[in-house]
C-alpha cells in the first residue's frame, strides 16, 4: 500500500512539474519577438536605402508594421510601432534616421 502511494505521488509530481515546463516554454516560444526585431532592422536598412517610402504599413506575420515621421523637441525621428494582431499588443521604437 505504502508502495502504492509513494508512486502515486511521485507520478502527480511529475505530472505537474511536466506541465510548469511545457507552461514555460510555449510562453517563451510565443513572446520571441527576434524575427520581429530583425525584420524591423531590415526595414531601417531598406528606408536608409531608399528602398521604402515614409509613411509604410505593412502586414507581417501576424503584426502590423506603422512607420512614420515625428518630430519632437524640434528633432525629426522615424517612429516603428508594431501591433500584434491577435492580442493587440503595441510596441514603439524610435530611430534617428528620420529626414
Not at 48 to 73: F, K, M, N, Q
Request: charged share 20%; no cysteine; aromatic share 12%.
Amino acid at each position: 500500500m505504502e508502495t502504492m502511494v509513494a508512486t502515486v505521488l511521485i507520478v502527480i509530481v511529475f505530472m505537474l512539474s511536466s506541465f510548469l515546463l511545457n507552461r514555460i516554454f510555449s510562453t517563451s516560444i510565443r513572446n520571441n519577438t527576434t524575427g520581429l526585431t530583425e525584420h524591423l532592422h531590415q526595414l531601417e536598412y531598406a528606408h536608409a536605402h531608399g528602398l521604402i517610402s515614409i509613411p509604410y504599413e505593412e502586414e507581417w506575420e501576424g503584426y502590423t508594421i506603422v512607420i512614420e515621421y515625428e518630430t519632437r523637441s524640434n528633432t525629426t525621428y522615424l517612429r516603428y510601432e508594431t501591433v500584434q494582431q491577435r492580442t493587440q499588443k503595441k510596441q514603439q521604437t524610435y530611430s534617428s534616421l528620420g529626414k
